[in-house]
């Protein structure tokens, strides 16, 4: 990943948006460190500026309070819309949404989405999913205790994700990439 000025005030923006916050559903860790582990991935892959800094802020507007407003003023539109693209909403029409609608609508959205959102998504996925299953490596079963939701639903999303990534990007390495990680959290988690 080059360090150049706007990489640089992405990681900034981000620290600052997600200070105090945790990894709750792996090992304790600052949330930061997976923000840099998705845009390591795309900036892997050769992603430009815009990509990465999306990539770093692609939880801002689901996790912080942070308006898309201000990621247009600090960055550009074109930031502003990818991490839009990858943002889940917390409500609609005034009622909170269940786990299960904002996902939904999440590959709703993701299907119609840029090839640019789809990489950030799909690094999101397979950092979420190694992470897990690093954690349940060293904590067994206890570690499930902490998840929002049983195993089934995040197989259930993450293979959603993978389908749309393996209609979208067919021979993209990020989507070989996560239908490996998506087999091992099958295995482990569901027993398949």
Do not use: C
Not at 36 to 65: I, P, Q, R, W
Not at 75 to 101: H, I, Q, T
Not at 145 to 171: C, F
């Amino acid at each position: 990943m080059n360090h150049t000025p706007q990489i640089k005030k992405a990681i900034q923006f981000a620290a600052r948006k997600h200070h105090g916050q945790l990894r709750n559903e792996t090992e304790p860790l600052p949330y930061v460190t997976h923000l840099f582990s998705v845009a390591l991935l795309v900036a892997e892959d050769g992603a430009d500026d815009d990509v990465v800094a999306a990539a770093l802020l692609h939880d801002t507007l689901e996790d912080t309070s942070t308006t898309r407003e201000e990621i247009v003023t600090a960055f550009n539109e074109r930031v502003a819309v990818l991490v839009g693209s990858v943002s889940e909403p917390k409500e609609k029409d005034g009622r909170k949404l269940s786990w299960k609608e904002r996902k939904t609508h999440y590959l709703a959205h993701l299907e119609g989405a840029g090839d640019d959102a789809v990489l950030i998504s799909l690094a999101d996925k397979i950092d979420n999913i190694e992470s897990k299953l690093e954690a349940f490596t060293v904590e067994g079963e206890s570690l499930l205790r902490r998840w929002a939701q049983p195993p089934e639903e995040y197989l259930w999303y993450h293979g959603e994700v993978l389908r749309i990534a393996q209609t979208r990007l067919p021979k993209h390495r990020l989507t070989a990439r996560l239908a490996e990680a998506h087999a091992r959290e099958r295995e482990v988690f569901s027993g398949e």
